[in-house]
Nanobody, 123 residues
Framework: QVQLVESGGGLVQAGGSLRLSCVASGRTFSNYAMGWFRQAPGKEREFVAG????????DYAGSVKGRFTISRDNAKNTMYLQMNGLKPEDTADYYC????????????????WGAGTLVTVSS
């Protein structure tokens, strides 16, 4: 049974930083591309960042590029999202997803999802 567990969310002031983690179990983590997504109240879930199985390929939504950094540690079955320069519009539930393949591409279908971690940025 595949499980993805996010952590690291919380309340932070605008301009602050947070690091989210996503720990995977039940599947060979290093075989699969992963992604971070978010959903703000009243809005649809949107793509934030993606990473290939090796970590060599990364991809970012325009709204977070230059502020957020996605990374992974395959030895620890963990993916990270370092978020700097947070803005109130970054407030959302953040979800990690595990792809059905090893290559990252925008629009890749996520086979598994975590339950999410809430990030709240105050102005």
């Amino acid at each position: 049974q595949v499980q993805l567990v996010e952590s690291g969310g919380g309340l932070v002031q605008a301009g602050g930083s947070l690091r989210l983690s996503c720990v995977a179990s039940g599947r060979t983590f290093s075989n699969y591309a992963m992604g971070w997504f978010r959903q703000a109240p009243g809005k649809e879930r949107e793509f934030v960042a993606g990473i290939s199985w090796s970590g060599r390929v990364t991809d970012y939504a325009g709204s977070v590029k230059g502020r957020f950094t996605i990374s992974r540690d395959n030895a620890k079955n963990t993916m990270y999202l370092q978020m700097n320069g947070l803005k109130p519009e970054d407030t959302a539930d953040y979800y990690c997803g595990m792809s059905s393949g090893s290559t990252w591409y925008r629009g890749a279908r996520m086979a598994y999802w975590g339950a999410g971690t809430l990030v709240t940025v105050s102005s």
